[in-house]
Each structure stands twice: as C-alpha cells, then as structure tokens.
C-alpha cells in the first residue's frame, strides 16, 4: 500500500506566519523541498496561499518567509477604508483588495492550478449555491492561481466578495478554517488503495474565555466585537474526528495564542515578532514527530 502524504493548511491572516516559520524548519531539517515530500495540498484562505506557493510556484521555506514577510502585509492590508470612529458600523469592506492583488500577481503571475506538483485543493464558498467549493488542480486546472488566492481569502467584512468565471466566491474559512477532512477524503477519492500520513498545521487557538452573563445581551455589534468569527474559525471538530479517524499517521501543529493579537489583520511589530515566536515554539514542540511522521 503506498504512502500519500497530505499537507493541511488552515487560514489566519496575519499568523499565517507562524505556519511558515514552521514549514521553513520542517523543510531545513528533512533537506528536501516540501513541493516534492507532499502528494497532496489543501489550503484555506492565508493556508490555501502558502499551499498554492509550495505546489504551484515551487517556493522553497526561505521564500515563504519573504511570501509572509512585513512588507507583504502592509501591502495586502493597504490602508483601510474604514473610518475608525464607525468601527463595525461601515457599510463596505475593510480593505479593497487592490494590495493583495499586486502580491498575487508579483508571486503567482500566469500559473494555473493545473501547474502544481502534486495534488491541490483550495477551499472557498460559493455564496449564491450556499455551499463549500474546492477549486483542485484536477478539477479546475485551468483557474489562475491569482483568481484561487482572491477565492480562498475574500474574508467577509475584509475583502470584496471575488469574482471566478460566473461565481461569486468567499473566504472557505467560513466553513473550514482546518480543511483536514476536506483533504483526507480527496486523497482518498482519487487514490482508494493508499495509506495517508497527513500533517496539518494551524494559525494560533483564542483560549481567551468570553464573558457568559454579559453575552446575554450582546446583539449583532456585541458579538462582532467578541470575535464571533474567531468562535466560527475555531470549531476544534475536524481536528478531534481526524484525531479518532486517522490515528497515529496524522499530526496537528497549533497552541493557544499567549501573545499574539486575535485580529487577523494586526500586522504590528510587535505582534508579527510574537506570531513568528509562536511558529518557532511549534517547531520545538511538534518538530521531531512531524519529521518522524515523514520520513
């Protein structure tokens, strides 16, 4: 029985940096680019970005870093549009999009996702079908990997909803921040007979314990205010049925926040330092069981 491995990236925003500084040690210390090691990649929103630079663009973990880097997210969060006296009250997206456009296109320019190596699949949403749609290399190999990325990362409230052929696409993290299950029963469709060794890495778990009595009377802007996206993102489910499913051939790589901001878009100093902390602890702690896993 041969061994596919799956890679699974979740979305995060800004702490997609924390899965690159781990993906950066993992590919240092098994001294073969990750593009080759993986059969098979599935990415959300920021994950679906990394995924689409590993098995499209062929980028090695160093690149990653420069992908993720400071500069890149003060492009792709371009000044805001909001008016900061309104706060949640406005009308339109946070962003327009227009920075993340530039760095898409400087990153991925003409490849399609019929150019990974390997497998990919990139989870989105289709609005009008109100259902979750995986755009693959197999499937939809002739998708720009610009018009992918717009796809996976059109986070609600953040980004204008993204346009690919006649569908109107949103951010998958609405339904699978941790796309695991997603991928394990792709890998599973097109290959029945193998045996899959997944490693999956996560962007950080807000453990900040909400207030119970006073959420009785949140309404709409109470509940935008207490991350109600951070409670939709976080569902830990897929995590514990891959845990009972796959057993010892699966590896989950995330923690608690500590010090890092809950926002998705607080690209900081200081906080970029924490995340890029936060991926490096992971390496020590997660490093020689995923290096086990693969080898």
């Known amino acids: 029985m041969a061994n596919k491995y799956l890679l699974s990236l979740d979305g995060g925003g800004v702490r997609e940096l924390a899965t690159v500084t781990f993906l950066a040690n993992l590919e240092k210390e098994l001294g073969e680019p990750l593009y080759k090691k993986f ?6 929103s920021a994950g ?15 690149n990653l870093l420069d992908l993720w880097s400071e500069e890149t997210f003060e492009r ?57 749609l995986l755009l693959t290399s197999y499937g939809n190999g002739n998708i720009s990997a610009i018009d992918a990325g717009h796809a996976s990362s059109a986070a609600p409230i ?4 993204a346009r690919v052929g006649n569908r109107y696409l949103i951010d998958g993290g609405i339904v699978a921040n941790n796309p695991v299950l997603h991928g394990y029963a792709e890998v599973k469709k097109l290959y029945p007979n193998s045996h899959v060794k997944i490693l999956s890495v996560g962007t950080g778990l807000n453990k900040r314990p909400l207030k119970g009595k006073a959420s009785q009377k949140w309404g709409l802007i109470g509940w935008l205010m207490h991350d109600l996206f951070g409670l939709m ?50 390496w020590q702690e997660f490093g020689d069981s995923a290096l086990d896993l693969l080898n």
């Open 39 to 44: 059969d098979f990649f599935i990415g959300t």
């Open 48 to 62: 679906a970005i990394t995924a689409m630079a590993l098995s499209i663009a062929k980028m090695s973990g160093d």
């Open 76 to 132: 792709i969060l371009d000044s805001s549009l909001w008016d900061s006296k309104l706060g949640l009250m406005q009308i339109n997206p946070k962003y327009d999009g227009k920075g993340k456009e530039q760095v898409l296109t400087e990153y991925f320019g003409n490849l399609k996702l019929g150019d990974a190596s390997g497998d990919l699949a990139i989870v989105s949403y289709d609005i009008e079908e109100r259902k979750p």
């Open 158 to 161: 953040y980004y204008p909803t």
């Open 233 to 282: 993102l976080e569902s830990s489910l897929d995590h514990e049925i891959a845990t009972e499913i796959i057993g010892k051939d699966y590896i989950r790589v995330n923690s608690p926040l500590g010090k890092v901001n809950r926002r998705l878009d607080d690209n900081n100093k200081r906080n970029l330092n924490n995340i890029r902390k936060m991926g490096e602890a992971w």
